[in-house]
């Protein structure tokens, strides 16, 4: 967890959902609580395992409806779209992410030279009728736990490496791909 103490960021949870005119509902606060609680990038699927713990009758299309509602008023944001599978963060401070191509494990890392892109990012935007709402990095690559195993001569996955690339996406709000 990142950012203040979870009461913290659930009473700043519940003011932005007032704010925005949006109603606090008990699975909304479990889904955000969950999610703010774990720094994994949990999928809708691995959230959705975990809340009905708590709500036994929450549905997948509902953490999916949920998780997207939050992303609009800028709550959670969504990370990386490898795989079949996106993943959620509740951190929406300016951070990027390393993604590993083989298992999907999803790392926040903070780096001011990274942000440092922003400004270039901007005025590339600008020069084609762009406004940018946001920007996050997602660096791609292998994980060291993957490059140990395939080191040792095992399989890291069945479903195989996604390829190494680097990706900008945005970070604000629902533009975030």
Same mark, same amino acid.
């Given at each position: 967890m990142i950012g203040g103490s979870m009461r913290d960021r659930v009473q700043g949870f519940v003011a932005q959902c007032r704010?925005?005119? &949006?109603?606090v509902t008990p699975q909304r606060l479990a889904i955000f609580r969950h999610l703010a609680a774990t720094d994994s990038h949990p999928s809708a699927e691995e959230l959705h395992a975990t809340v009905r713990r708590e709500l036994?009758? !929450?549905? &997948?299309?509902? =953490?999916?409806?949920t998780l997207d509602t !939050?992303?609009?008023v800028g709550a959670v944001r969504p990370v990386s779209r490898l795989g079949a599978r996106g993943r959620w963060d509740a951190n929406?401070?300016?951070?990027?992410? &390393?993604?590993?191509?083989?298992?999907?494990?999803?790392?926040? =890392?903070?780096?001011?030279r990274l942000d440092a892109a922003a400004r270039p990012a901007a005025a590339l935007a600008a020069r084609h009728g762009f406004t940018v709402a946001g920007h996050a990095i997602e660096i791609f690559g292998r994980c060291a736990a993957c490059r140990g195993r395939q080191a040792r001569g095992r399989s890291t996955t069945a479903r195989g490496e996604r390829g190494p690339w680097l990706r900008c996406t945005g970070s604000s709000g629902p533009s975030v791909g």
């Open positions: 704010a925005a005119g &949006l109603a036994p009758t !929450l549905s &997948l299309a509902t =953490v999916y409806k !939050l992303a609009t929406v401070t300016s951070h990027h992410h &390393l993604v590993c191509t083989v298992c999907g494990r999803v790392t926040d =890392v903070a780096e001011p």
